[in-house]
């Protein structure tokens, strides 16, 4: 089981103090958030994907590449790339860039994204959302694992005998979860490649979670890859620890009060009893947390979101000292001693690189210099000189 934190990179007011962090201080924080969850021993760390304000999240590779270089164990993903208006063979360098410097430590979770103006910037057509999404994950996949690949569809330029470059660490593309709330079409998708599902389970009630989850179980069985409960599975959540739980109540109140996302809507106590978002004591974190694997089963990775809605740097650092110290090993002890031996555990490049070579070398891609596309082993340079010579 992995535990880890995701940002959705907001740069908000603190309805406390009146300050608003300027962009250089929420990167800078951000970086530091990454650091403290490697360093309070949880496993992941995760940053959304936004062009627009409020957020400052635009380049999410930028980003991890340099949380990469100054970790050295955390698992590095996204929260979510947007696999609608990222051109896929960009998404498939990007990311095979970022395994390579991260060594391995890193996933990524793919999604549609859900703001509208953002695909008109990248000349798309929300209209197309959920095809353009399907489309283009099936061509990042085949880049990942194809070394030359001869490919036509509706939302991009065909492309003929295309490698992309650098080719996956040690022959093993990254592990990819396909993000979702509400669309059993990117379930689907998930199942048939025998990828994970990651449910955001932040605003919705934890019923509306399990059936996708449980589509996403039953499609992943059908197509081979395991039974229903070796499908992997991922959580997100919401938390607000303090030592005391009513301080903790009375901390967190202000910021949900006045929240972007749900401020001025139902009280902290009714948001809370609907939804999965968690507030209280370490204890309570523990047992509410635990209710997840009552109604879902064994799943491989939770992720909480813990520095939103204005919620200045100390305060969030000191929530990760409280999440590492306090919470997480004990979820560890008790989330192991009830999961099931046929379940699979949390993908790591390690364990797929084992799978696929066993006691074997993995396979590197070795690029010749000046031999154009050594692995399709032509040259950019014939189709010149051909021309040429037959003037």
Do not use: C
Not at 10 to 22: F, L, Q, W
Not at 48 to 65: D, K, Q, R, V
Not at 368 to 386: F, I, R
């Amino acid at each position: 089981m992995q535990f880890g934190i995701f940002s959705v990179s907001d740069i908000t007011r603190d309805p406390v103090t009146g300050v608003t962090p300027s962009e250089a201080e929420r990167i800078d924080a951000i970086v530091q958030i990454a650091r403290k969850t490697e360093e309070v021993g949880l496993d992941v760390f995760a940053i959304g994907e936004h062009h627009n304000p409020p957020f400052f999240s635009s380049s999410p590779t930028t980003l991890l590449g340099h949380i990469a270089a100054t970790t050295e164990r955390l698992i590095l993903t996204t929260a979510t790339t947007l696999i609608t208006t990222n051109d896929p063979v960009k998404i498939a360098e990007d990311y095979a860039m970022l395994q390579h410097l991260s060594k391995g430590r890193m996933d990524l979770m793919l999604g549609r994204g859900n703001t509208g103006p953002v695909y008109p910037w990248f000349g798309k057509d929300i209209r197309a959302g959920l095809p353009l999404a399907l489309e283009n994950y099936n061509l990042l996949h085949r880049l990942w694992r194809e070394d030359v690949v001869d490919w036509e569809g509706n939302y991009r330029t065909p492309l003929q005998g295309f490698t992309a470059t650098p080719r996956p660490l040690d022959g093993v593309p990254p592990f990819v979860w396909h993000g979702s709330i509400r669309t059993p079409e990117i379930a689907e998708q998930a199942a048939y490649y025998g990828n994970g599902f990651f449910a955001n389970h932040i605003f919705w009630p934890t019923a509306h979670s399990l059936q996708l989850i449980e589509f996403y179980r039953q499609r992943f069985e059908h197509y081979g890859h395991g039974t229903k409960k070796q499908a992997i599975v991922g959580l997100g959540g919401q938390a607000y620890i303090a030592k005391k739980s009513q301080d903790a109540w009375n901390e967190f109140r202000p910021y949900f009060d006045e929240a972007p996302v749900y401020g001025h809507g139902p009280s902290l106590e009714d948001f809370a009893e609907m939804t999965p978002l968690s507030v209280g004591s370490p204890q309570e974190i523990i047992d509410k947390t635990l209710t997840f694997h009552d109604t879902f089963g064994d799943y491989q990775r939770q992720l909480w979101l813990m520095d939103h809605a204005g919620l200045p740097l100390k305060t969030v650092l000191n929530q990760l000292d409280l999440l590492g110290e306090e919470v997480v090993p004990v979820l560890r002890k008790e989330l192991e001693a009830r999961r099931d031996p046929e379940s699979a555990p949390a993908p790591t490049h390690r364990a797929r690189v084992a799978a696929e070579y066993g006691d074997e070398p993995a396979r590197q891609a070795r690029p010749h210099a000046n031999q154009g596309d050594n692995l399709a082993g032509t040259s950019p340079y014939q189709d010149t000189a051909k021309t040429l010579a037959d003037k």
